[in-house]
């Protein structure tokens, strides 16, 4: 199906199950332990065998000799694979640093070799017994050091902007501001570690794995074997988080593949938690500065935001500028990246890539701005507000509702009770609230979906979509529902299978919008399949309770679909709306803290987000989305950050001690708020999606709320108590 005009009334505007809040259907496998995540995977009759990996204990440089004599005497051992006896592999289209095979390191703990052993415990400690000889180079591993080596990226990354003329319109502006702000590296940290079980049949591999896309790792599995894709398949049922890590090929399932291949039986493996931090991808550190121009009324007519990360050589940005091109009006504007080239371990999508640490910096400065002009921080971004792409005025955005959003949020978070900085205090606790605007793009791509009817009346669904926590099972079932005229539990669905239709897969927010248009398309056909063989009018048909209905003629689903069953398979394609009208989701933060007026600790006391991202096909599952992304949100406002060794090059608290996530204790009630709307423009659905949009902003709104509470104001991330506690007042 091809979506090149918008939506008009379609059968998901009855809303008798899209848009209802409807529990998981996963649900209960998942709270009785029946649903089986990737390293559980288990047959009593199979001889399973573990692998562990070994890691490089420098971060640049190339191996010399490996001397693996012990490990394979050591119990229990049953092969040792080691990179250098596996050879130079191609990489993946998805990968910028290879996961297996060579003698060359690019970085701390890429996987050098894997032991394999009858259980785990064997194989960790055979792992301990290899001994490697480096020959270690000199690495580039502090961004601040190499700022000045950073380089402007190809243009088929993103491209420097321009609007007007910024220099001049910044340099008459009556008020200006012009700031730098720091956000670190930063950990997906999920709970599921990278694990994979890889089992060969002559030359046919079946992997069961954790994986976000589905087809983007056959296809670089595939590579990276030098085998046939359509001899590689791939499951993914359940996913225990992802946040990004997962989206691209990692070495948990090359080496169980390579394992596998030497052992001559099944093997499982999962990445340690210090390889999550060290050898998988991460959040890349930004240093960003923003300058605004405006006039006394507060008009934006300058603006411009500049940003500097850095990641492993062939690598790619940290696209924090992305969001400032599009949030606020203002006829003179600039945004430029640079690349500076480090060799940590390899930065790549993590969470809202881009509007995440953009949005770390935008917010404060613009708070900071609207200080400067006497103005409401909340009234500054509405007067800001703009209908259209600022550096392209003649596209105009398909729905934008962000002043709504404000005003909104304002009412009912209470923000007119808001002190000037330092005023308000509670016992021990100063008091302040924080406000940021939300922005994430609406991303396309195309998602594909097979839908079967069987004699039974009983609809099933099978699309390669995976479910990394979101809800998908959910919506998909909720969207064949509403299509087919049945109720949820006459609806069955299949995901994570590289056997069924390409999907778009689960990351960047587009998921849960893209694979139910999948859905949608490939129900479209089947209905037109069930009006042709019963010889109905495919334009007046109806679907409903369990039956097919055209003018006085009704048929059960169960007798239209006879003893064959029938089948609707198709993908939904994207034409040029996104290129006509700019698709986007918006909303907006408020927080309101306490901090300790001794001690410089903060706590987080309320957490509102208003959100506008079209039609919320559950608003279940879309508020389960929103909060856990307004968690992650605090995290990396108050506690998260790798710490680099700038002289080893790698991060040094990799593990959940030592890498602070925020815990039940740290958060407290939030509200979540969802605008009622749709955008037809964006698919049948109307929806856009939320997961991200929940995260952006979420970190400067609790920035700006210790500003207000303490009058000190942080421009480094994670504000943590060495930052607050030297401009904190006198204790009375």
Known sequence: MQFD??????????????????????????????????????????????????????????????????????????????????????????????????????????AIAVVVAETFEQARAAAALVKVDYAEEKGAFDLKEAMASAVKPDESQQPDSAAGDFDAAFRTAPITFDETYTTPDQSHAMMEPHASIAAWDGDELTVWTSSQMIDWWRSDLATTLDVEKDKIHLMSPFIGGGFGGKLFLRADAVLAAFGAKAAKRPVKVALPRPFMMNNTTHRPATIQRIRIGAERDGKITAIAHESWSGDLKGGQLETAVNQTRLLYAGANRMTAMRLATLDLPEGNAMRAPGEAPGLMALEIAIDEMAEKLGLDPVQFRIINDTQVDPEQPERPFSHRDLVGCLKLGSERFGWSARARPGSKREGDWLIGLGVAAAFRNNLLLPSGARVRLAREGVVTVETDMTDIGTGSYTIIAQTAAEMMGVTVDRVAVRLGDSRFPVSAGSGGQFGGNCSTAGVYAACVKLREAIAQKLGFNSDDVVFENGEVRSGNRSVSLAEAAGAEGLVGEDTIQWGKLSETHQQSTFGAHFVEVGVDVATGETRIRRMLAVCAAGRILNPITARSQVIGAMTMGAGGALSEELAVDARRGFFVNHDLAGYEVPVHADIPHQDVIFMDETDPMSSPMKAKGVGELGLCGVSAAIANAIYNATGVRVRHYPITIDKLIGGLPDIA
């Open 5 to 110: 005009t918008p939506a008009t009334t379609n059968p998901i505007d009855q809303l008798k199950v899209v848009g209802q809040p409807i529990h998981r259907i996963d649900g209960q496998l998942k709270t009785t332990g029946l649903a089986m995540y990737a390293y559980e995977w288990h047959d009593a009759k199979v001889p399973y065998a573990y692998g562990y990996p070994v890691g490089a204990a420098i971060a640049k440089g190339r191996i010399k000799s490996m001397d693996v004599s012990a490990a394979k005497k050591a119990p229990g051992v049953i092969a040792v694979v080691t990179a250098p006896e596996v050879g130079e592999r191609k990489k993946g289209k998805f990968n910028t640093a290879k996961l297996f095979g060579g003698d060359e390191i690019q970085h701390y703990h890429q």
